[in-house]
């Protein structure tokens, strides 16, 4: 087992904000000369397809090419991510998956890919990763964000096309990678431009247990901090806060301190200016008082 070590670069809040949202778009991180050579690779070993077709198919040969390892899977922008939210020496990828499009092609309908659990655990990652410019027009994957905690269509592939509110694409320069909880529900959109679209698709694996060893903010407060993605967010991720906070706590090694009393008790799903009762530690809360005793 391959396994990266490196500086971690994410803060307090941005570990949160990902566990609402369940991805990170990082815009090109990876340099261009890296870019080119992954593109040069993918012509060359790809399979043919006719215009309106699309490929599904594993170049795995790629993972043992050093300047692909470091230009890409151990990029400090995005290794430095991905070692925030797994923690040190994750496991490197084992399998690469390459989403070759010939354009202009119909879209994809939103699912999650095989295998996905809606878990407050964060044991791997799946990350797209463009190393072209890639335009809405070019069928820009599309992210629910929050969808990795509960199901907005249904089991399985749903087999809905329409694009819904608070949906987000992944347009992007070359160079740019997404990471994601492998459960976000995702889709390729429709595209009207001609050529070919690459995109790869691979996962990073936790080796150890979750503590929270990110960059640390001297002002962050997991008692008072926001735990809902905000009014104007669809109705599944407002009424998954409770199952952010389980997931935070839980990247914070403190999954034993969590406790959701419900109602007006903490997590809260908007700012507040107080501390909820039932925040972990409140010396108020009879139940840790009993616990003391």
């Known amino acids: 087992m391959r396994t990266h070590d490196c500086e971690p670069t994410l803060t307090d809040s941005q570990v949160l904000d990902f566990c609402k949202s ?24 790809a399979p043919h397809i006719e215009p309106g077709d699309f490929a599904n198919h594993e170049p795995n040969e790629i993972l043992d090419e050093d300047w692909f390892v470091d230009g890409v899977l151990c990029n400090p922008v995005a290794a430095g991510a991905v070692r925030c939210l797994l923690g040190r020496d994750f496991a490197l990828p084992r399998i690469m998956s390459s989403h070759r499009v010939h354009m202009p092609a119909r879209a994809y309908g939103w699912h999650r890919d095989g295998g996905s659990l809606s878990s407050h655990e964060l044991n791997y990652l799946q990350v797209y990763y463009y190393p072209q410019d890639t335009t809405a027009e070019m069928g820009a994957t599309a992210f629910l964000p929050g969808s990795h905690l509960y199901w907005p269509f249904g089991q399985g592939s749903s087999g809905l096309y329409g694009m819904y509110r608070g949906t987000v694409s992944s347009a992007a320069p070359a160079g740019s990678i997404f990471i994601s909880a492998y459960s976000v529900w995702h889709r390729r959109t429709k595209s009207t431009a001609s050529g070919i679209r690459n995109l790869l698709k691979y996962n990073y694996w936790r080796t150890t247990a979750p503590q929270r060893d990110w960059v640390h903010e001297p002002d962050f407060d997991p008692a008072t901090a926001v735990y809902g993605p905000g009014p104007d967010a669809p109705p599944g991720p407002r009424q998954s806060y409770l199952a952010v ?16 009393l419900g109602g007006q008790g903490w997590p809260k799903v908007g700012p507040v200016d107080y501390q909820p009762y039932g925040y972990p530690g409140d010396p108020t809360d009879p139940r840790v008082q009993q616990r003391a005793s």
């Open 245 to 260: 906070a389980r997931m935070f706590f839980w990247l914070s090694g403190r999954l034993d301190d969590f406790q959701a």
């Open 22 to 45: 369940g991805y990170l778009p990082l815009e090109g991180v990876v340099p261009d000369d890296v870019n080119q050579r992954v593109v040069d690779f993918m012509n060359d070993h």
